[in-house]
């Protein structure tokens, strides 16, 4: 009975770390304008969402302050291509993606002096602030409120139910075990929550151009997902095999009882 409840214990607590931790990787990938706004260039990369920004900046640029539109356009697409660029607009970027998922409530300006890098134009400098058209996403704002709170209750959780269930159980090749199946658990969570959530069910909730950032970061973590799932799933399924062989082990070595046999000598 003892053994059953710490097992059950235990269940609990690797489902709760498993949460926590893939779901601080979907924070991480879909919900963190901070990394959105070190990885502009990664952004960018998506032709939608540099097409509005350059437009939105030149056609500003060319109205207030009669340069011609196609070469200001022109001149705005060369240098938002380039990794400078890309650091000009990193502010512009992460401000999108707040925006988006509902962290800022406010529009996205741009300020003149920003636009100065990238129109190459002092004239610029003293143009009132321009809006870039970002809006906030209902759903995505729901998940980055919900995962705030999820993430340290489920990490206090699987804290509190690991250390019962150490104390609870009598047995540690159980123990083990049930580790090897947490890994491989946590290995799965850490594909769907850290991958294919972001990349293909988040961007799905909105038509906005700007619901793709999330598949481009979860690309950009595809690298650190795979070495993850692998270094878990691994370990998991080393974990198992090598209980299996301990318990099969003790199994062989284990003395023949013959009280049956005796009893069947007897009575023959």
């Given at each position: 009975m003892?053994r059953?409840?710490?097992?059950l214990?235990?269940?609990?607590?690797f489902?709760c770390?498993a949460?926590?931790?893939s779901?601080w990787?979907?924070?991480?990938?879909?919900?963190d304008p901070?990394?959105?706004?070190?990885?502009?260039?990664v952004?960018?990369?998506?032709?939608?969402?540099?097409?509005q920004?350059?437009?939105?900046?030149a056609?500003?640029?060319a109205a207030q302050r009669?340069?011609?539109?196609?070469?200001?356009?022109?001149?705005v697409?060369?240098v938002a291509?380039?990794?400078?660029g890309a650091?000009f607009?990193?502010?512009?970027?992460?401000?999108?993606?707040?925006r988006?998922i509902?962290?800022?409530?406010g529009?996205?300006?741009?300020?003149g002096a920003?636009?100065?890098?990238?129109?190459?134009?002092?004239?610029?400098?003293?143009?009132?602030?321009?809006?870039l058209p970002?809006p906030?996403?209902?759903?995505l704002?729901?998940i980055?409120?919900?995962?705030?709170?999820?993430i340290?209750?489920?990490?206090?959780?699987a804290v509190?139910?690991?250390?019962?269930?150490?104390m609870?159980?009598?047995h540690?090749s159980a123990?083990?075990?049930?580790?090897g199946?947490g890994?491989?658990?946590?290995?799965?969570?850490?594909?769907l929550?850290?991958?294919?959530?972001?990349?293909f069910a988040?961007?799905?909730?909105?038509?906005?151009?700007w619901?793709?950032?999330?598949?481009h970061l979860a690309?950009d973590?595809?690298p650190?997902?795979?070495g993850?799932a692998?270094v878990?799933?691994?370990?998991?399924?080393?974990?198992?095999?090598g209980?299996?062989l301990?318990k099969r082990?003790?199994?062989?070595?284990?003395?023949?009882?013959?009280y049956?046999?005796r009893?069947?000598?007897?009575?023959?």
């Open positions: 003892r059953t409840f710490a097992g214990i235990f269940g609990i607590a489902v770390a949460i926590a931790i779901g990787l979907l924070q991480r990938s879909a919900f901070g990394r959105t706004g070190g990885l502009a260039d952004v960018l990369q998506d032709a939608r969402i540099k097409t920004i350059v437009n939105t900046i056609d500003a640029a009669g340069l011609d539109k196609a070469t200001t356009r022109q001149t697409a060369a291509s380039t990794p400078q650091e607009l990193s502010k512009v970027v992460r401000d999108a993606h707040a988006m509902g962290e800022m409530k529009p996205v300006r741009i300020t920003q636009m100065v890098q990238l129109v190459r134009n002092e004239v610029v400098a003293d143009i009132p602030s321009i809006t970002v906030r996403v209902s759903a704002d729901t980055r409120r919900v995962l705030r709170w999820t340290p209750f489920t990490a206090l959780f509190g139910f690991f250390v019962i269930g150490f609870l159980h009598p540690r123990l083990v075990h049930s580790l199946y890994m491989l658990l946590l290995a799965i969570l850490i594909v929550l850290g991958y294919v959530v972001p990349r988040l961007p799905s909730l909105s038509d906005n151009m619901a793709d950032v999330p598949a690309n973590s595809l650190l997902l795979v993850l692998i878990l799933g691994g370990g998991g399924f080393m974990l198992l095999v209980t299996g301990l082990r003790r199994r062989w070595n284990a003395p023949v009882s013959t049956r046999y009893e069947e000598r007897r009575w023959g």
